[in-house]
């Protein structure tokens, strides 16, 4: 049973360091974005698994789902502002 | 190592590397949006090394946890400031990379 | 940044990523058992979860500092808000059916769901921060089905919203000083339950409007862009 548990503990912290790393080197935008999101949920397991789920409400309700909303916007704002700047270049 | 593989420790310790690759992403990505991400990554890592820490002894600890709330939240707004900055950069400069770092320079 | 830049970074990440590991693993036992200080004194402090009583009694300071934090970087937002949003160009938006139904349905069992985590704080897991992320999380939700406006500025009653939660928390962290000149944030023993409750709805709404504000403030609300 300890093994069992310390497998998921090792696998749950990869899986958190592995997503970590996408969501910053990623190429699109979005992806990184959406893998953000992922580590977010993941790191709301992790408070689940260190009692306390007072955090885990918080981190994902706030941290993966509010702040995921407000970067989705920002990539959505970015993609705008350059579809107008390809508009104008366009016409020119 | 003088303590025991608790799940507290083992995801003390991912907490600290995870705020090693904020760092590193912080510094070496130059879009204003992958820093935002890598900060909110180093917070992240942070508040698991905070509970985790305050967990090693066994039983779970309500002080670091109530920190971290206050923390998730702050992480947040600041993360809403941040990206209202660097809208209202790319609106005065059109681009969202600073000045030392613009590729079209 | 440069590839010999970059990989230095990376190298110097990792050798600090290693010393922290380093550190974490050298730590000494623990000096001061917080808990069990936490335990001994939970029921003078009105309610039965340790994180709640942790929050809102012992810490009461910091939490009631954090709210005048957020309302700080909401201002910070507002001041950052483009000009062109007040003049709003209204354009073709689609209807959006099966999202506008969706929210009709689930907004009010969200706001009945944050009222539960607002209630059961006191014994649960729960309280003002989570009720006030449901409550958030409903009216962006309202947004994106279009349903709820973006917001160049807030009006009077939003910001009497705002300003509510940080007020009850001063007002009821500062009446017992100014009545007996004791300390703040002393609540009466026997009013520190209902007290605690009553500060923990106004933090609800104003944590509420400030979090969904935040992503309101920063939307585009579907603008052309005239540049």
Request: net charge positive.
């Given at each position: 049973m300890q093994t069992a548990t310390l497998a998921f503990d090792l696998l749950l912290s990869a899986a958190l360091i592995w997503s970590a790393i996408r969501a910053i080197t990623v190429a699109d935008l979005f992806r990184a974005v959406v893998m953000f999101i992922v580590f977010g949920l993941l790191v709301a397991l992790v408070w689940a698994r260190l009692d306390a789920p007072d955090i885990a409400l918080a981190e994902a309700a706030i941290g993966a789902g509010l702040t995921g909303a407000l970067l989705l916007d920002a990539v959505g704002h970015l993609r705008a502002i350059q579809l107008v700047r390809e508009k104008k270049e366009g016409r020119r | 190592m003088t303590l025991t593989l608790t799940p507290s420790l083992v995801y003390a310790l991912t907490g600290a590397l995870l705020f090693a690759i904020g760092v590193a992403g912080l510094i070496v990505r130059t879009h204003l949006l992958r820093k935002i991400l890598a900060f909110n990554v180093m917070g992240s890592g942070a508040f698991m090394v905070l509970v985790g820490l305050g967990q090693r002894a066994g039983i779970s600890d309500p002080v670091p946890q109530a920190m971290v709330l206050t923390g998730i939240v702050v992480a947040v707004a600041a993360t809403a400031l941040a990206l209202a900055l660097s809208r209202h950069l790319l609106l005065l400069?059109?681009?969202?990379?600073?000045p030392e770092n613009d590729p079209d320079a | 940044m440069t590839a010999m830049r970059a990989l230095l970074v990376i190298l110097l990440c990792s050798a600090f990523g290693a010393a922290l590991v380093y550190a974490i693993l050298q730590l000494p036992p623990q000096a001061v058992d917080l808990p069990q200080q936490v335990s001994a004194n939970i029921d003078e402090s009105g309610v039965a979860h340790p994180v709640t009583a942790v929050l809102l009694?012992?810490?009461g300071y910091d939490t009631m500092l954090e709210v005048a934090v957020l309302l700080l970087a909401l201002l910070g937002v507002l001041a950052g808000t483009?000009?062109?949003?007040?003049?709003?160009a209204a354009g073709e938006r689609p209807t959006l059916p099966l999202l506008r139904g969706f929210t009709r349905l689930i907004v009010p069992l969200m706001v009945l769901v944050a009222g539960y985590l607002l209630w059961a704080g006191s014994s649960m897991p729960g309280g003002a921060f989570q009720a006030g992320a449901v409550v958030a999380g409903a009216g962006v939700l309202l947004h994106l089905a279009r349903l709820l406006p973006a917001w160049a500025t807030p009006n009077l009653m939003q910001r009497w919203g705002l300003a509510i939660g940080f007020l009850v928390f001063l007002a009821f962290a500062a009446l017992p000083a100014l009545q007996d000149?004791?300390?703040?944030?002393?609540?009466p023993l026997a009013w520190a339950g209902a007290l605690i409750l009553l500060i923990e709805a106004g933090l609800t709404l104003s944590l509420g409007l400030l979090l969904a504000g935040l992503f309101l403030c920063l939307s585009d609300d579907g603008m052309e862009f005239e540049k």
């Open positions: - | 400069t059109g681009n969202m990379h600073l | 009694n012992f810490r483009s000009v062109e949003k007040r003049r709003r000149g004791s300390t703040m944030l002393q609540y």
